[in-house]
Structures are given as structure tokens and as C-alpha cells.
């Protein structure tokens, strides 16, 4: 918005110039509506219509060489001077209304070789004249130095052969390893042609087999000790038949059944010496554990098969109760609840086409795209695992969704130069009629000015920005080379599903995150100079205070009609260099055109700084991301927008 202004120094040009020239710069300024400069029918200098007293005409003097020029110019007060006398009148015009975007030029080589802009032959060559030939260049070195940089020819470039660490992969699964039917371990479902039957080993006394029993209190007993692990499953609905329980011995020589550490050792208590026995056979292992329908069988190395009569243990296995299909549209919330009944510790496991998508028990999930798919739900606890399986149908939306964001949640415009202005808020206006004002503009791509830092607009769109591979949305805004007025971003998804932005945000974490320099937690106040009772005698301006001790005052007085005593306004806050952009992942920071003003939703992060792991989005928060109000005639550094647009669609 303050961009405008630097034509305005095209007036101070007209002394000293032609008529044509003057002529042409008179057309440009007319064009920003700069003021109208004339010599009226009384002789004197008149602006815009105004007669500043002054005579156009000079003294007579003495005959000499040519004269000089007048003198028109701004001065430190912003009026205009003329031949070194002020004219009492600004030479600040009435903002003007906000232009249309405009469009980046098209810059290309043709095909006949030339270069070409906007579709038209500009005859000039893209290839330059030729060289004269080279010398016989010698091969370049290059190699890691002994303090990890890239060196060239013996130099040491100052690069870090070490690249930048890479995101944190994803969190991988547990192996499943067990011993097969045909006596081999098999990993995740593999047969690893291991045996896990150890070599024989030298032939032992007499071993005693183990004692594994129900005892009394409806507890698993082996060799007289109870394990404190029921054997009967607690009361369930009738489900799908059982797996069988694992039973196994565990690296700490205890008996582990279904995953859990009974405690009670799998070696029994070493006996008295007994009387020499007749010379017995080689001590064997439990090799495999069948359950079929309510027996338990051991089987050992031996070929001895031990079995015991227990209760079926699906009674405690999960029931699951979930629809058979379920439905939904591309782009929006798919969610699904089903009931689980078991007061055991249960953990849950969603896969989608055979991939796992969520571990938790209800699924929210949001796809791309229509299509037909399968869900798998499992449950799983001490006693076993349930399953089942949904077949999911997704439909294209019936009516077509829009890329940008198409209502407006909440706005809060921080004092500054434009605290009443893009869009007008004149005296009298409401919270409620200032937001319908604001709405008006973001849909009709209209400037929004956010004020100084902490001024911040809510929006949301009508479907889901689903985080798919690459960049994923873009904020627009109005920077252009060498001006940029960064707008720190947030992201939230419609996590209670109400259709509101009332659930976490997460910040975007550009490329300033992580500076020294930045500020997280910031909390800042700006107090009404109207209204506000501890304003210093004498003082200019609007007074604020941070929560890190700081506090002053910022040179404009100008107040947002519709706010009251303060504007409290926080998040980041970031330190920028006169108004050089940020690398990436911030608004109003690179021309819209630049991949650099794109945004990831992977770059989002809690508030302890860790990835997000969105699946996807829903509103946008923007707020000015810098506190500098350094910026002379032009303002502050102040966060302008016309909306967010989804790049997936």
C-alpha cells in the first residue's frame, strides 16, 4: 500500500525540466493522483485548486544570464515549498483505491531464437556473438577438507560438504517374529529357513513337565504358582471365533502370555537330590500351542503333546460393532466411531487399501479424490484381536468447490497509517459491520491492510486443502521486488468437526522460525491515546507494552474506529532488515508469481515446535509478523492480503 507514494517524488523532477518533459512527467503523476500545480489568472502558484499566495513571477532583477528555476519541493513537514516558502498545503493526496493485480511479463526464447515478451517477436537474438576460443583449461579439484568443507584448487570454499538434516521420518512398525508351523522363525510373515530349534545338547537327568493349570480363583497356575492372569476374558457380545493365545518364554526366562510378563518363571524350583534314576531322555521345549475349542495343547520337541480344558478365550477378545460400508466426498472430513467393548487395554490399528493409515480408535481421515476403498479395523488386547472390514465409497462434491478462501472469521486490524482504511471503517462502524466489510473484500480479491504487527485476519474455505506432495497453498498479497511486509501464517483443521476455527492453530514455520533474533509466545498491548489514562505528559503517538518488559510509544496516533481501550495481539515476531523478504513460508513477502511465496503444510508445527502432521487444513490465520514502524514516510511495516488459494485443486 505505502508502494504508491515513491511516484510521488516524480514532482520534485519538474524544476529544471523541458516543457516536454514536464509535459510527459504530468501524465505519469496524473496517473497516481498527484496534485495539480498551475499559475493561476492572479499570477500566483495554485494546487489543487488552492492560490498559496505565492507569485509565480520572480522579482525583476538585472539584466544577466539565464535565470533559475523555481523551486517546488516537499518539506520536512510533508507540505509543499515553493522557492524555499511553505504553502501551507500536504503534499500527501487522498489515498487512491487499490489497482487491479497486475500480471507478470512473459519472458521467453522463441523458437526462431529470438527473445520474446508477452507473445511478441522482440528481433533481438537470445543467443550473443561468439567468443574468441579459450585456453586448454587443467581439471578442477575438488574434495572434502579435513574441517568437512568443499574445496576447489586447494581452496577452501566455505561450504559444508554435510547437507541440511532431513525431516524426521515416519514412525516405523514392530517387527512380528514367531515360530512357524514348520518349526522355522518367521519375520512379518516370512519364512526365514532358520530353525528355531537349537542343536541338541548333552543328555540331562530326568526333567519334570510343566504344571500349567486353572486354579481355583479363575487364574492361570503353572507349577503352583498363580500368575495373577484371569483365564477367563471378561463378558463380551458374541464375535467373530477367537485367535489363539500366545504363550511363550520370555528372554528373562518368565512365562509371557498374549505379550504380557506373568512373572512366574518357566524354570520350577530345583528339588532335593533324589535316588539315581534310570538314564532318561534329552530334556524337550514347547515348540507350538494349539487352542481348539476350549483345549489348550502343548507341544514339545520331543513329539509330547500336553493338554489342558480351558475356557474359550474370545469371551475377552475386543468386540468391535462398526457398519459394514460407509460413505463420503473427496475433500472433506471422512470420520468413523465404532464401539469397542473391553475394559482391557486395547490398541487399534486402521488400514486403508492394506496401508495403515491411524492408530487411534476413531478414524478421521480426508481423501483427494472419489473413489471406491476398504478400511480394516483391528483390535487387539491380552487376549486376542478382532477385525473387520468396511468398504468406503467417495463422491465428488455436487457442487464444485472454489481454490480460495471464501468467508471471513475474525479480524483485528492493529493501529497504523491505514487504521481506518482497505477497506474504509469509517467513525461508527462495528465489529460486525467491519467484518462484513472485510468478507466483501477477500471475495472480491480486494486489499486488506492488517495494520502494524499483530493485526491479523481469520478465513476459511468451503472444502479441505488436503497436504499432498509439494506445495500446497498460497496467501497473496502485494509485495513486489525489493518490498516485502512478511505476515507470519497458521493452519488449523476442523478437528471437533463444528465447521469453526476454535481448534489448535499451528504455526508456519518459515525460514525465520528457528533465527536468533525471533520471538515465540509474544504478547503485545496498544493502548487507545483517546482513552488511555497512563499515557506519559507530553507524549506522541499510541503507547504500548510487551509481556518481555518493553514498552513505548509508536509515532502514530491513528486508532481503529470500531476497537475500544486496547488491542491485545500475539504470536511470533520477527526481525526483518529495512524491507528485504524472508527466504520462505510467510504472506505479503514474494510477489505472488514467486514459488517462494507458496506454502507446505508440512512446514507447520505445535507449539513446542515439533511437525504437526497435518493431513490437511481448513482455516488460515495471517497476522503482520514484524514490529517496525521505522519506515519514515511510508508507515510501518504493515501485512496487506486478498486471500488464500488452495494449489492442490
Not at 520572480?58 to 539584466?63: D, I, L, M, T
Not at 463444528?498 to 481448534?503: A, R, T, V
Amino acid at each position: 500500500m505505502k508502494k504508491l507514494l515513491f511516484l510521488l517524488s516524480a514532482i520534485v523532477l519538474l524544476t529544471g525540466c523541458s516543457e516536454d518533459k514536464v509535459s510527459n512527467i504530468e501524465n505519469e503523476v496524473r496517473q497516481v493522483d498527484a496534485p495539480s500545480i498551475e499559475i493561476g489568472e492572479n499570477g500566483n502558484w495554485w494546487i489543487n485548486g488552492k492560490d498559496t499566495g505565492v507569485s509565480a513571477k520572480g522579482e525583476p532583477g538585472q539584466p544577466g544570464s539565464g535565470g533559475a528555476s523555481t523551486s517546488i519541493e516537499v518539506g520536512t513537514n510533508g507540505n509543499w515549498w515553493i522557492n524555499g516558502a511553505d504553502t501551507g498545503i500536504s503534499a500527501r493526496g487522498e489515498p487512491g483505491q487499490p489497482g487491479q493485480p497486475g500480471t507478470s511479463a512473459s519472458i521467453e526464447v522463441g523458437t526462431n531464437g529470438n527473445w520474446w515478451i508477452n507473445g511478441a517477436d522482440t528481433g533481438i537474438s537470445a543467443r550473443g556473438e561468439p567468443g574468441q576460443p579459450g585456453n586448454d583449461g587443467t581439471s578442477a579439484s575438488i574434495e572434502i577438507g579435513t574441517n568437512g568443507n568443499w574445496w576447489i584448487n586447494g581452496v577452501d570454499t566455505g561450504v559444508s560438504a554435510r547437507g541440511e538434516p532431513g525431516q524426521p521420518g515416519q514412525p516405523g512398525t514392530s517387527a512380528s517374529i514367531e515360530i512357524g508351523t514348520n518349526g522355522n522363525w518367521w519375520i512379518n510373515g516370512v519364512d526365514t529357513g532358520v530353525s528355531a530349534r537349537g542343536e541338541p545338547g548333552q543328555p540331562g537327568n530326568d526333567g519334570t513337565s510343566t504344571s500349567i493349570e486353572i486354579g481355583t480363583n479363575g487364574n492361570w497356575w503353572i507349577n503352583g504358582a498363580d500368575t495373577g492372569v484371569s483365564a477367563r476374558g471378561e463378558p463380551g457380545q458374541p464375535g467373530q471365533p477367537g485367535t489363539s493365545a500366545s504363550i511363550e518364554i520370555g528372554t528373562n526366562g518368565n512365562w509371557w502370555i498374549n505379550g504380557v510378563d506373568t512373572g512366574v518363571s518357566a524354570r520350577g524350583e530345583s528339588g532335593q537330590p533324589g535316588q539315581p534314576g534310570q538314564p532318561g531322555q534329552s530334556a524337550s521345549e514347547i515348540v507350538s500351542i494349539e487352542w481348539v475349542d476350549g483345549t489348550m495343547t502343548f507341544i514339545f520337541s520331543d513329539g509330547r503333546r500336553l493338554s489342558v480344558q480351558v475356557e474359550t478365550p474370545g469371551a475377552g477378545v475386543p468386540g468391535i460393532q462398526v457398519a459394514g460400508s460407509a460413505s463420503g466426498f473427496a475433500r472433506q472430513w471422512f470420520r468413523l466411531a465404532p464401539q469397542v467393548e473391553s475394559s482391557s487395554n486395547v490398541h487399534y490399528r486402521w488400514l486403508l487399501d492394506g496401508v495403515e493409515i491411524s492408530t487411534d480408535r476413531e478414524l478421521v481421515h480426508v481423501f483427494a479424490e472419489a473413489g471406491d476403498h476398504v478400511l480394516t479395523f483391528t483390535a487387539t488386547n491380552v487376549a486376542g484381536a478382532s477385525e473387520r472390514s468396511i468398504s468406503v465409497r467417495i463422491d465428488e462434491p455436487t457442487q464444485a468447490y472454489s481454490p480460495w478462501t471464501n468467508r471471513v472469521y475474525d479480524f483485528v486490524r492493529a493501529p497504523g497509517q491505514y487504521a481506518n482504511a482497505y477497506p474504509a471503517t469509517p467513525a461508527g462502524s462495528t465489529y460486525e459491520s467491519v467484518l462484513a466489510s472485510v468478507q466483501s473484500s477477500i471475495l472480491s480479491r480486494g486489499l486488506v491492510s492488517l495494520g502494524g504487527y499483530g493485526g491479523y485476519i481469520v478465513m476459511g474455505f468451503d472444502h479441505t486443502v488436503v497436504n499432498g506432495a509439494g506445495n500446497d497453498f498460497i496467501v497473496n498479497g502485494n509485495a513486489f521486488s525489493g518490498w516485502a511486509e512478511p505476515g507470519t501464517i497458521e493452519v488449523s483443521w476442523d478437528a471437533n468437526g463444528n465447521g469453526l476455527p476454535d481448534d489448535p492453530w499451528y504455526e508456519i514455520a518459515g525460514s525465520e522460525y528457528d533465527a536468533p533474533t525471533a520471538i515465540h509466545n509474544y504478547v503485545l498491548t496498544y493502548y487507545n491515546p483517546t482513552t488511555d489514562t497512563e499515557r506519559e505528559v507530553g507524549a506522541t503517538g499510541t503507547r504500548w507494552a510487551d509481556n518481555q518488559g518493553q514498552g513505548g510509544y509508536i509515532p502514530t496516533s491513528s486508532w481503529p474506529n470500531w476497537q475500544g481501550d486496547t488491542i491485545v495481539v500475539g504470536g511470533s515476531v520477527y526481525e526483518q532488515s529495512g524491507f528485504s523478504a524472508f527466504a520462505f513460508g510467510y504472506a505479503d513477502n514474494w510477489p505472488n508469481s514467486d514459488v517462494r511465496s507458496q506454502i507446505d503444510i508440512d512446514w507447520a508445527v505445535d507449539a513446542n515446535g515439533n511437525p504437526a502432521n497435518l493431513k490437511g487444513i481448513d482455516f488460515v490465520r495471517v497476522y503482520t509478523g514484524t514490529f517496525n514502524f521505522g519506515a519514515g514516510a511510508f508507515g510501518e511495516i504493515s501485512t496487506e492480503v486478498t486471500g488464500a488459494e488452495d494449489l492442490t485443486l
